[in-house]
Each structure stands twice: as C-alpha cells, then as structure tokens.
C-alpha cells in the first residue's frame, strides 16, 4: 500500500459506503420510479420552513428525506453551524 497512513481513514470511509449502500440503492429506484432527485435542497421536505433561507444554510442538502449534508467547506475547519429544519434554536 502506497499510504499506510490513510488507511486507517480509507478502511473508514468503505465502512460508510457500504452502510449507505441499501438506502442510495433505493433512492435511486425511487428516483426511476417518481423522479425525485437522489439529492435534495431542504425545501423539497420542508417547503413551509422559512428559516433556512441563508446563504450558508443554501449549502445543506438531504439524502432522500432522512439524510442531511451540512459540508465544511473553510480549509482547516473541523466543524460548522449546522440548520435543522422544524426545530427551535437553543
């Protein structure tokens, strides 16, 4: 192996593809069936949620209906405010 450090990160990131291989795989059966996009903006399950209109909020999207994206997307951020639709702030 070329990178023995990245391993550790690499037998990770398998990991995850193969738990999110079932739910991507129906997605996108959904998808073929009713059009809906694999991937989402907010608004597509929360249209009568008015307060995820900012810019960085524009950034998060869903996996289907149950999977949120909230992307870092600064060099050398390890985290970020993250907008959670229906909920109270606090």
């Known amino acids: 192996w070329m990178f ?6 690499i037998r ?6 193969v738990q ?8 996108h059966l959904e998808s073929s069936l009713n059009s809906f996009p ?7 399950h929360f249209c009568d ?3 995820g209109a ?3 909020e524009s950034f998060q999207f869903l996996v289907g209906a ?5 992307p ?15 909920c109270a702030a606090g």
Do not use: H
């Open 4 to 9: 023995p450090e990245y391993a550790g990160t």
């Open 12 to 17: 990770e990131l398998i990991q995850l593809r």
């Open 20 to 27: 999110l291989r079932p739910l991507l795989l129906s997605l």
């Open 38 to 44: 694999v991937m989402r903006p907010l608004v597509f």
């Open 49 to 51: 949620d008015v307060g």
């Open 54 to 56: 900012s810019l960085e």
């Open 66 to 70: 149950d999977l949120m994206v909230a």
């Open 72 to 86: 870092v997307l600064d060099a050398g951020e390890t985290k970020r405010e993250v907008y959670f639709p229906g």
